[in-house]
């Protein structure tokens, strides 16, 4: 078994990583956790002939004092009040770039549709006059 740790980064790439010594081969144990124990911890287990059985990553992050709060109704009041609902998911853009997407193919059709009625007016026109 060994241990290896990126500091202060959520990453799988191996140049990153520095060797760790663990307290426990079997486990990680930050208690309490630290700022400074953020960041990617890697751990390898090979066979006796040194074959890899098994590769892990465990990302953490350290968030800021006072962002946890357990209190869910004034956890959902600081998520409103601080604007952290703005952040906003990919299928919400997705839906977003699809809406607009769509408003602008209707506008086009719909231009499409006009140009052909005045091409079709100023043809009847012609043809009138040629009568």
Not at 8 to 28: E, K, M, N, Q, T
Not at 33 to 58: H, I
Request: proline share 2%; aromatic share 10%; hydrophobic share 45%.
């Amino acid at each position: 078994v060994s241990w290896r740790y990126a500091r202060g980064v959520i990453s799988s790439d191996d140049s990153l990583f520095a060797h760790w010594v663990a307290p426990l081969l079997d486990r990680v144990v930050l208690d309490p956790v630290r700022e400074e124990d953020a960041g990617t911890y890697r751990c390898v287990v090979q066979d006796a002939s040194f074959r890899r059985v098994k590769r892990v990553y465990w990302g953490i992050r350290v968030l800021p004092e006072g962002i946890i709060n357990l209190d869910y109704k004034s956890s959902l009041a600081q998520w409103d009040s601080t604007g952290i609902q703005q952040n906003q998911t990919m299928s919400d853009r997705q839906d977003h770039i699809a809406a607009l997407l769509y408003t602008v193919l209707k506008s086009l059709g719909m231009a499409g549709i006009a140009a052909a009625l005045v091409l079709l007016v100023l043809y009847w026109a012609v043809k009138r006059r040629e009568l």
